[in-house]
């Protein structure tokens, strides 16, 4: 008599592993089902925060972002948050602040450590006033120090120092942060701070009016609660993977460009249409559906700018 094959469970059939989970929440980072990750050696409480800040500026031209997702607190001048204004090629002025959820983080968290980030810049002036260039760039955090402390270099050498360059959409611009495999070692144990080789985010933009413009900050964090909450002390037990980290970064490489959304708007509509299938210990592929994507496409093609 033949064995019936076992009948696979919902959550094998679609990929609901946590790594597959995590793997989706570093991609989509403000929509995405919340799901724990390997930082600590405890599991901790999963939370998302946004952060929105408009540019005030006067007669500014210019303005850069530097986040430190890894980092809640000024650690040796660096902020979670870095903002830098300046007329033309003048030198900017630095204004540091605490990057999404610092306050709670502060008041409630004794460990915290990042799982997902992205920033978005949105413009919101009128279409005929929008002007001037964009760019996006994962930065190493000892690079993304010394741009955030500079008060010397000015923005269209920064602009030139992003990967990816485009005049500013009428679609609002993600960046997405890239982990590094240090975030999946179980003893990160980030103490609302970061001196470690992760990248940082930093978006720059020239030639417009800072004031025409909304950045979002979202942050996902998971944290463990202090002791004088009422909620009982985690134990040490964190049980790693082997090879999650390996499986999730280089999943995240071979995805090529998916950490923004800057560019040509039918490769961005490719990008969106594409469906990730990940598996813990196999390989992951990309599955894109041409036929499906010709519509979108297109008419993501008259949309946008």
Same mark, same amino acid.
């Given at each position: 008599?033949? #064995?019936? %094959?076992?009948? *696979?469970?919902?959550?094998? #059939?679609?990929?609901?592993?946590?790594?597959?989970?995590?793997?989706?929440?570093?991609?989509? %980072?403000?929509?995405?089902?919340?799901?724990?990750?390997?930082?600590?050696?405890?599991?901790?409480? &999963? =939370?998302?925060?946004?952060?929105?800040?408009? $540019? &005030?500026?006067?007669?500014?031209?210019?303005?850069?972002?530097?986040?430190? $997702?890894?980092?809640?607190?000024?650690?040796?001048?660096?902020?979670?948050?870095? =903002?830098?204004?300046?007329?033309?090629?003048? @030198?900017?002025?630095?204004?540091?602040?605490?990057?999404?959820?610092?306050?709670?983080?502060?008041?409630?968290?004794?460990? @915290?450590?990042?799982?997902?980030?992205?920033?978005?810049?949105?413009?919101?002036? /009128? !279409?005929?006033? #929008?002007?001037?260039?964009?760019?996006?760039?994962?930065?190493?955090?000892? &690079?993304?120090?010394?741009?955030?402390?500079?008060?010397?270099?000015? +923005?269209?050498?920064?602009?030139?120092?992003?990967?990816?360059?485009? $005049?500013?959409?009428?679609?609002?611009?993600? !960046?997405?942060?890239?982990?590094?495999?240090?975030?999946?070692?179980? =003893?990160?144990?980030? =103490?609302?701070?970061?001196?470690?080789?992760?990248?940082? +985010?930093?978006?720059?933009?020239?030639?417009?009016?800072?004031?025409?413009?909304?950045? /979002?900050?979202?942050?996902?964090?998971?944290?463990?609660? /202090?002791?004088?909450?009422?909620?009982?002390?985690?134990?040490?037990?964190?049980?790693? $993977?082997?090879?999650?980290?390996?499986?999730?970064?280089?999943?995240?490489? *071979?995805?090529?460009?998916?950490?923004?959304? !800057?560019?040509?708007?039918?490769?961005?509509?490719? *990008?969106?249409?594409?469906?990730?299938?990940?598996?813990?210990?196999?390989?992951? *592929?990309?599955? #894109?559906?041409?036929?499906?994507?010709?519509?979108?496409?297109? @008419?993501?093609?008259? !949309?946008?700018?």
């Amino acid at each position: 008599m033949r #064995r019936r %094959p076992a009948r *696979r469970n919902l959550a094998q #059939r679609i990929g609901g592993s946590d790594e597959s989970k995590l793997l989706n929440l570093i991609i989509d %980072p403000c929509g995405a089902e919340l799901a724990h990750g390997y930082a600590m050696t405890t599991q901790g409480v &999963v =939370q998302r925060f946004n952060r929105f800040i408009t $540019p &005030v500026a006067t007669t500014e031209t210019a303005f850069a972002y530097v986040f430190n $997702p890894t980092s809640q607190s000024t650690v040796g001048g660096f902020a979670g948050v870095v =903002q830098k204004l300046a007329v033309g090629t003048g @030198a900017p002025t630095n204004a540091s602040s605490g990057g999404p959820g610092e306050t709670f983080l502060e008041t409630n968290a004794d460990n @915290a450590a990042c799982l997902a980030a992205c920033v978005e810049v949105l413009y919101t002036g /009128k !279409l005929v006033d #929008r002007k001037g260039y964009i760019g996006v760039c994962q930065v190493p955090r000892n &690079v993304a120090f010394d741009i955030a402390t500079n008060t010397v270099v000015d +923005l269209p050498t920064l602009l030139a120092y992003c990967q990816h360059v485009a $005049p500013v959409p009428s679609h609002s611009v993600e !960046l997405k942060w890239s982990p590094s495999i240090r975030n999946f070692t179980g =003893q990160n144990a980030v =103490q609302e701070n970061s001196e470690g080789q992760d990248n940082c +985010l930093l978006v720059v933009a020239v030639g417009v009016n800072p004031n025409d413009f909304v950045v /979002k900050f979202t942050s996902v964090i998971e944290y463990v609660p /202090k002791f004088n909450n009422g909620m009982p002390a985690p134990r040490a037990t964190r049980a790693i $993977p082997i090879g999650a980290g390996e499986r999730i970064v280089s999943t995240l490489d *071979r995805l090529g460009v998916w950490w923004h959304n !800057l560019g040509n708007a039918a490769a961005a509509a490719t *990008r969106m249409g594409g469906a990730m299938v990940y598996a813990a210990g196999q390989a992951s *592929r990309f599955v #894109r559906g041409a036929r499906q994507l010709a519509g979108p496409a297109t @008419a993501l093609l008259a !949309l946008t700018g």
